[in-house]
């Protein structure tokens, strides 16, 4: 579904920042409100982005975060390389995230994106690194999916479940939305591999110096993504 404006401005106000490039809503609340943001698989700045399914409501991802904090992706990872019908469920998991994200694409206009065929986000094929990614995936495509994304929804019953709201007092509702991205994907955009290469660099410096003033860049360089040309599985 192509989001609405209203959809926009409660994304942004569940992740604190203007949301860019969400082509879908894919999944929604009982009320209607955003769970998941679907986001083209290339930005408007040109650079990759594999998290097609973002998860977006605050306490979805507030109790995600406990499972990754109770050591749930260590776990999991482990099972798949014992457990050989699980295993085989979470690749026909990867290729499905492969295949939706292509059709993502393919709606949205981007055209296929090279740089990330084949990979898709969270850890699939063979490990777990982000089981919100997972999460995301699983409301997005629904239950029989991702099988570790099911799990997971089944072990955050305690503080969400699909069939209740829990939007009310979840996120700021008052005043403006946010307009001012300080993301780290955003402070970078359109920096050359030589300056991201010395904001590295300086950052060692900072660190080595307890701290010391070093050289900046200019006042819109910050630090850089996880994989300095691609978008993490952590941004949106």
Request: charge should be negative; hydrophobic fraction near 35%; include cysteine.
């Amino acid at each position: 579904m192509i989001p609405s404006g209203r959809d926009l401005d409660v994304l942004s106000r569940q992740l604190g920042r203007p949301v860019r490039d969400v082509v879908e809503i894919g999944a929604r609340c009982i009320c209607g409100n955003p769970l998941v943001a679907t986001t083209a698989p290339r930005l408007s700045n040109g650079i990759p982005f594999p998290t097609t399914y973002y998860l977006s409501h605050p306490v979805i991802t507030a109790a995600v975060s406990r499972l990754e904090a109770e050591g749930v992706m260590t776990e999991m990872s482990e099972r798949l390389t014992t457990d050989a019908a699980l295993a085989e469920r979470y690749r026909a998991a990867h290729e499905d995230y492969l295949a939706a994200r292509d059709a993502v694409g393919e709606r949205a206009g981007t055209g296929a994106v090279p740089e990330i065929a084949g990979v898709s986000a969270g850890g699939m094929p063979t490990r777990v690194k982000c089981l919100h990614v997972l999460v995301g995936h699983a409301l997005a495509a629904g239950p029989g999916v991702n099988p570790l994304g099911d799990e997971a929804i089944g072990r955050i019953a305690q503080w969400w479940t699909p069939e209740r709201c829990y939007c009310e007092g979840a996120w700021d509702t008052t005043g403006q939305a946010p307009h001012a991205d300080l993301s780290r994907h955003t402070r970078t955009q359109g920096l050359s591999p030589e300056e991201l290469e010395a904001k590295r660099a300086a950052r060692r410096g900072d660190a080595g110096t307890g701290g010391a003033q070093v050289t900046s860049l200019g006042p819109d360089a910050s630090e850089s993504t996880a994989s300095e040309s691609t978008a993490s599985d952590e941004e949106n």
